[in-house]
C-alpha cells in the first residue's frame, strides 16, 4: 500500500520593486482581516521587497502569513553590494527565498549554477527557496520548452532538499502579459518537473498572470500546489480572494 502523501499549497505573493513601508502598512491593514478565516490547509507567504521585510514581520506576529525574500546570497558577509545575506532575511523572520525568477534571470544574465548556489545556501540556513523556472515566448515557438525547463531543473536543484524547497514553474510569456498559462497545460508541465525531480513530494507552484478570476481552476489541477502572484498580489482585496480559493 502507498502512503498517502499531502503537499500543502503555498499561495505567494511576490509583491517585486513595489510597496513603500508606509503602502505595506495600509496593504495590511486591509489585508490580515480578509483572510482571518482562511483555511488552515494552505500557507501564505508575502514576498515584499528587502526595505519592508521588517515592517511586515512587526505586523504578522499573530497571522498566518509567512514572509519570504526576493533573493538571497550564498556568502553570509562579504564583498557582494546589493546582495543580501541568509543571515539578514533570518532576522526578519523570513521563511522562504525566491531564487531564479525570470526578471534577474534575464535583466543580470543570473545562471542556474548562481541560482543553486542561492538555493543550497537558503537550505543549509533553514530558509525555503522557492526556484524559479520557465520557457520565453520564442522557446515554446521553437518546441524547446521542456528541455529548457529540465535543464533548469537539474541544475538549479543538484544537491539540494527536495523535501525543503518549492519549485515555480513560470513561463516567461506569461508573467505581467494577463496571458495565463492553460491550466491543463501548467499541470502537464508541472507533472514532468515532478518527474525530473524525482520527487512526489516536491511543491510545485503556477505562476504567471494569476488573478482571481483563475484561482479556483489553477488549483484544482492535480500537480499545482499553490501559486507565485505578482500583478495581483499587489492588491489586498484580490491577493485575499486568491488565497480563499476554493475548489469544487
Ligand atoms: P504576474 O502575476 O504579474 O504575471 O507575475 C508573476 C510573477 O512573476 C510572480 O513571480
Known amino acids: 500500500m502507498s502512503a498517502l502523501i499531502v503537499r500543502k499549497p503555498v499561495i505567494a505573493g511576490n509583491w517585486k520593486m513595489n510597496m513603500t513601508c508606509s503602502q505595506a502598512q495600509r496593504y495590511m491593514s486591509e489585508f490580515l482581516p480578509l483572510i482571518s478565516d482562511v483555511p488552515h490547509?494552505?500557507?501564505?507567504?508575502?514576498?515584499?521587497?528587502?526595505?519592508?521585510?521588517?515592517?511586515?514581520?512587526?505586523?504578522?506576529?499573530?497571522?498566518?502569513?509567512?514572509?519570504?525574500?526576493?533573493?538571497?546570497?550564498?556568502?553570509?558577509?562579504?564583498?557582494?553590494?546589493?546582495?543580501?545575506?541568509?543571515?539578514?532575511?533570518?532576522?526578519?523572520?523570513?521563511?522562504?527565498?525566491?531564487?531564479?525568477?525570470?526578471?534577474?534571470?534575464?535583466?543580470?544574465?543570473?545562471?542556474?549554477?548562481?541560482?543553486?548556489?542561492?538555493?543550497?545556501?537558503?537550505?543549509?540556513?533553514?530558509?525555503?527557496?522557492?526556484?524559479?523556472?520557465?520557457?520565453?515566448?520564442?522557446?515554446r515557438e521553437r518546441?524547446?520548452?521542456?528541455?529548457?525547463?529540465?535543464?533548469?531543473?537539474?541544475?538549479?536543484?543538484?544537491?539540494?532538499?527536495?523535501?525543503?524547497?518549492?519549485?515555480?514553474?513560470e513561463p516567461i510569456w506569461a508573467i505581467g502579459t494577463g496571458k495565463t498559462c492553460e491550466a491543463k497545460e501548467a499541470n502537464r508541465i508541472c507533472s514532468l518537473i515532478r518527474k525530473w525531480a524525482g520527487s512526489n513530494e516536491?511543491?510545485?507552484?503556477?505562476?504567471?498572470?494569476?488573478?482571481?478570476?483563475?484561482?479556483?481552476?489553477?488549483m484544482s489541477m492535480s500537480d499545482i500546489d499553490g501559486v507565485l502572484v505578482g500583478g495581483a498580489s499587489l492588491e489586498a482585496e484580490g491577493f485575499a480572494r486568491i488565497a480563499n480559493y476554493q475548489i469544487e
Open 41 to 139: 490547509d494552505r500557507n501564505i507567504v508575502l514576498a515584499p521587497p528587502f526595505t519592508a521585510l521588517s515592517t511586515l514581520s512587526a505586523l504578522i506576529d499573530n497571522s498566518s502569513v509567512q514572509l519570504s525574500s526576493q533573493n538571497v546570497h550564498w556568502e553570509d558577509s562579504g564583498a557582494f553590494t546589493a546582495e543580501i545575506s541568509p543571515m539578514m532575511l533570518i532576522e526578519h523572520k523570513v521563511q522562504y527565498a525566491i531564487v531564479g525568477h525570470s526578471e534577474p534571470r534575464k535583466y543580470f544574465s543570473e545562471s542556474d549554477e548562481q541560482i543553486n548556489l542561492r538555493a543550497i545556501s537558503a537550505q543549509s540556513h533553514g530558509l525555503i527557496p522557492i526556484v524559479c523556472v520557465g520557457e520565453s515566448f520564442e522557446q
Open 143 to 169: 518546441g524547446e520548452a521542456e528541455r529548457v525547463i529540465r535543464r533548469q531543473v537539474e541544475q538549479g536543484l543538484e544537491n539540494t532538499n527536495l523535501q525543503k524547497l518549492i519549485i515555480a514553474y
Open 202 to 218: 516536491l511543491i510545485i507552484q503556477y505562476g504567471g498572470s494569476v488573478k482571481p478570476a483563475n484561482i479556483d481552476e489553477i
